[in-house]
């Protein structure tokens, strides 16, 4: 077994999400309590046309570990072998299969969760992987729980994947056609769980310290991923390790300690390699970011317009104060 699910560890996963769980993110998150974490995807092609571009999504530091490397493709040599390059720049925890994936340009290469559709392709990808790691590292893979409401076939496809030597299993609880839409089935991820021997780790619509301890208590999953709540709330899993063990909840985020940690996140993210150092394209590349955090705060949409133009750290820290002076001018547009 995979060591943070020993001795009845109950890990807190933050979900792998493109354009969100950079170096800077996980490192954020895992300040925060996050017990686990995992890369934006890569993909394995890219890792072996063009592996010094591709390089920069798999960097990680060793206060991130336990650390998974996710990958995805629909090639299960080729993909072994982009796998047996990540584990040679730099030993991740684990190698992690992104079959659940429901985003277009992905799903259109046969990758994501396009696989959940071809099961024999499915176990090709996973076991072409396992086997040419070897005993490396451990091979973990998540899905959804199918490609569309007429076709749900997780426990299926769990089976299929820990005969391919899969170590754990990650499932949202959409399907790929509900995109983010709906409600989680935790019922399927539930039905997961008794189907093989390996942990499961359930995602979907766990927000609150409150969600984590219904899901731990009602369900047999391992452990929990957290996902887009962490983007708005990365103290989620600081709230929810609290609830777990006091049943209260912490007080609310103050708005200072909030915009500290925003505008902390702008400057550990221009002194990365993401963005070259370019401090323009950093703060405008993350922009949606900003938005994200800010979302609830008061005088949200004269908030949302200025962050909308932000584009240096300076311009986030003056944000941040007249902010919170409750003086927050309207955008002027000329």
Same mark, same amino acid.
């Given at each position: 077994?995979?060591?943070?699910?020993e001795n009845g560890n109950f890990p807190?996963?933050?979900?792998?999400?493109?354009?969100?769980?950079?170096?800077?993110?996980?490192?954020?998150?895992?300040?925060?309590?996050?017990d686990v974490v995992v890369t934006e995807f890569v993909s394995a092609?890219?890792?072996?046309?063009?592996?010094?571009?591709?390089r920069k999504y798999t960097e990680f530091n060793e206060e991130q570990r336990p650390l998974g490397i996710q990958i995805?493709?629909?090639? &299960?040599? +080729?993909?072994?072998?982009?796998?047996?390059? %990540?584990?040679?720049?730099?030993?991740?925890?684990?190698?992690? =299969?992104n079959f659940g994936c429901p985003v277009n340009k992905v799903v259109s290469k046969n990758g994501g969760s396009s696989l959940l559709k071809d099961c024999p392709l499915l176990a090709s990808v996973a076991s072409g992987i396992h086997e040419a790691v070897g005993e490396q590292v451990p091979v973990t893979a998540k899905i959804r729980i199918g490609w569309?409401?007429?076709?749900?076939?997780?426990?299926?496809v769990c089976k299929t994947l820990e005969e391919s030597g899969m170590q754990a299993i990650s499932i949202h609880g959409?399907?790929?056609?509900? &995109?983010? +839409?709906?409600?989680?089935?935790?019922?399927? %991820?539930?039905?997961?769980?008794?189907?093989?021997?390996?942990? =499961?780790v359930g995602n979907g619509d766990i927000a609150t310290g409150a969600d984590v301890k219904l899901r731990k208590e009602t369900t047999d999953v391992n452990g929990v991923m957290i996902g887009r709540a962490a983007m708005q709330n990365p103290w989620v899993f600081k709230e929810a390790k609290h609830y777990l063990e006091t049943g209260e909840e912490l007080p609310p985020i103050a708005i200072e300690e909030r915009w500290k940690l925003i505008t902390r996140h702008?400057?550990?993210?221009?002194?990365?390699?993401?963005?070259?150092?370019?401090?323009?394209?950093?703060i405008m590349a993350m922009r949606a970011r900003l938005m994200a955090y800010c979302k609830g705060f008061p005088g949200a949409k004269p908030l949302r317009s200025r962050l909308c133009q932000v584009s240096s750290l300076a311009e986030v820290e003056d944000l941040a104060a007249e902010h919170l002076s409750g003086k927050l001018a309207p955008l002027e547009i000329n």
């Open positions: 077994m995979l060591p943070w699910f807190l996963y933050l979900a792998p999400m493109a354009g969100v769980t950079d170096v800077v993110f996980r490192t954020i998150c895992k300040e925060l309590g996050a092609e890219g890792i072996m046309q063009r592996d010094e571009y591709t995805f493709g629909a090639d &299960g040599k +080729r993909m072994g072998e982009a796998a047996k390059k %990540i584990i040679d720049w730099k030993q991740p925890d684990f190698i992690d =299969i569309d409401q007429e076709s749900i076939n997780a426990p299926e959409r399907t790929r056609s509900q &995109g983010y +839409r709906g409600e989680a089935d935790w019922d399927v %991820i539930q039905s997961c769980t008794g189907a093989v021997n390996v942990p =499961i702008c400057a550990l993210a221009i002194q990365s390699t993401r963005y070259g150092g370019q401090e323009k394209h950093t």
